[in-house]
């Protein structure tokens, strides 16, 4: 079984759109009925608004547990708040609150309260779901507005679409990953067979994608790239192109910019199938034929550059 | 006056619209500028500021003094994250599950354990050639948590630039805020006065929009919409700022050239003089929104 | 000596459980007696650091060997700090708890001297 993660760094340069058209292209192909799809970007979950799901299963998520103020037994004595690094005790008319999204959940404030008037609770902050979509089935998942660790979110979206694809014998697992380099990708690319790297050529697209890369390397993930809207900068193009060969990366491909991409997103299709001779449609088959070519190969796992991270792991003493 | 720029969906325009507000706020009025977006922060490719003040931040993890430590166990036990572990007689920290809470160090009864930072990114700041006070902060590739970096940086008020020939009107912050509508997007938000969100006509655009909408609506904070690529998709995105009392502030059209002078590293105001007096009426909007 | 397997169930034909911090179970067995003792694992709903915690919860149980399926950085340097020798089991074939118990016994499982893998992160 093999994972292909599609990453961008910079949100909006086309990365939930290139999935789409993936997961429409592997329906027909040899891929037919071999794919499981899973949407990693679970604070800006559109993968469905392309794929419309039919929901089989929803289950709630529980993140982490925060600290909640028993009002009837605190003195006001304003500990918690003195001893809170995440500022979150908040005073109130009403006298002391936890704000629950700033609380880290380390429960700092629970040890240090003098008449014990704080507890941990458990909180619901979003849910998971499992799905039969057009292209086959989708393990997805929306965090509530304002939550933390969607990292813990996306591992189990992850999992989940692992564990089916290893319980059906499905070869290949496609996930549309979220924007960053933070935890949320981390745990959308730590031990992923390959990343595809979907980059506009601007300035912001360059930089967030040296970020990316260094990023991907860290953990030892192989990457390609593939410049979306090339022809909009074609000198910022260029550029992409050198810094990926002077870092030893393949540019796959470059997708010309073509309003058939958003006329898809409005009609909730993939591109690919909305219009299949479009300019757009037709690099994006071209690229999906070169990622099948590169899954197909035994990739040799990149090696992870020592890092501050590595560093730290290994010896924090 | 704080003014979050704000998007949800990434890609939309949010840097293009608070590189291009700050500018225009410069012109009179004194502007600090923050860049939230720790993981990905690009607008200091539009402002170029001279960022002659580096910081290092992160987290305080503990060191436990093997001398004093008697292997009690306390510490490993009251780490909600199991970031310390007690076994036989030795005590492991692991840095990269320490969220710095402090907690092990003030519970250890031996007192054994103190503090040291780990850096786990950086926050610079200096000067625009527009007079715009700007910090940015920037985490270290490899590092999860963003979260300590972005509080560094609302705390870190770069000093306003001494060289304006008129005193200013109104000192204003604006904040350019990372993607999507989990807790750093919050946190850029709290104790800011007006969120604005960029979006762009699309269902990705609504879908996402409605996420960061709901944040600024729970934490009570008036809001205003500008849409960016105007005409490339359909009307749900008025229709939805309609129905949930959003006034549109601006339209930036979809046109080719902005997107080309965009990618090669220049603001709208800067590719398009009469985008000047659109972003000037756009802040004086914003205003009037706040003090109504 | 007292050896922990980890396991999915409270039995000795439990199926093993290929995973470490997130096993659902785990098992010692005192192979000098024979006798066997069955252990909910507490890491299993952590928030983060599972290997860490199943490591700790390993060694007050006792154990001076584990046999799994993958250790992490963090686990494995607890279990090696605990002086508990980690063993690996192929994770790919469904076997139980007292198939692993044979294997090694009969000094068939392959020491883990080192991690397995780079960590998990977000789990």
Known sequence: ?317 | MRIVVASGKGGTGKTTVATSLAQVAAERDAVRFLDCDVETPNAALFLHPRLDVHRDVGIRVPRVDPQTCNACGTCAEICRFNAIAVVGETTLVFDDLCHGCGSCTWMCPEQAITEHLLVTGSIDSGTTPDGIAFARGMMNVGQAMGMPILRELKKSSPALSPTMTVPPRRTLEIRDAPPGASCPVVETMRGADFVLFVTEPTPFGLHDLKQVAAIARELGLPAGVVINRDGIGDAAVDAYCVESDLPILLRIPMDRRIAEAIAAGSTLVEANLDDRHRFRALLERILAEVTV | MNVAISIAGQTPDAPFDARFGRAESFCVVDTDTGAWTFHANPALSASGGAGVLAAQFIARLGAQAVVSGAYGPKAHRTLSAARIECFLAPGNEARSAAEILDAFNSGRLTPADDATHGGHHGD
């Open chain 1, 1 to 317: 079984m093999k994972q292909l993660v599609i990453l961008s760094g910079k949100g909006g340069t086309g990365k939930t759109s290139v999935v789409a058209a993936f997961a429409h292209l592997a329906s027909a192909g040899p891929f037919a009925g071999q794919v499981i799809l899973a949407d990693a970007d679970v604070d800006a979950a559109n993968l469905e608004l392309v794929l419309h799901p039919k929901r089989l299963d929803t289950e709630p998520f529980r993140g982490g547990e925060v600290a909640v103020i028993d009002e009837d037994q605190c003195v006001q004595c304003g500990d918690c708040e003195s001893i809170c690094r995440f500022d979150a005790i908040v005073e109130t008319d009403a006298g002391w609150i936890v704000d629950p999204v700033a609380c880290e959940g380390c429960a700092a404030c629970v040890h240090q309260c003098p008449t014990a008037s704080i507890a941990m609770q458990e909180q619901t902050v979003g849910e998971y779901a499992y799905s039969d979509s057009l292209y086959g089935p989708l393990h997805h998942a929306h965090l509530y507005p304002g939550q933390e660790s969607s990292g813990k979110l996306v591992t189990e979206v992850r999992q989940r679409a692992c564990r089916q694809a290893l319980d059906e014998q499905r070869p290949l697992v496609l996930i549309d990953g979220p924007p960053g380099i933070g935890c949320p990708v981390i745990a959308a690319v730590s031990g992923a067979d390959l990343a595809l790297l979907v980059t506009e050529p601007t300035v912001a697209g360059l930089q967030d994608l040296r970020r990316a890369l260094q990023t991907l390397r860290h953990f030892g993930v192989p990457a390609l790239v593939c410049i979306n809207k090339a022809d909009v900068y074609p000198v910022g193009a260029q550029g992409i192109d050198a810094y990926c060969r002077a870092n030893g990366i393949d540019t796959v491909a470059r997708v010309p910019f073509d309003p058939s991409v958003p006329g898809a997103m409005v009609a909730g299709a993939a591109v690919t199938a909305y219009r299949p001779d479009a300019p757009a449609s037709l690099a994006l088959s071209a690229v999906w034929q070169q990622v099948v070519a590169v899954l197909a190969k035994d990739l040799p796992g990149a090696a992870p550059a020592a890092t501050v991270g590595d560093a730290a792991r290994n010896n924090p003493d």
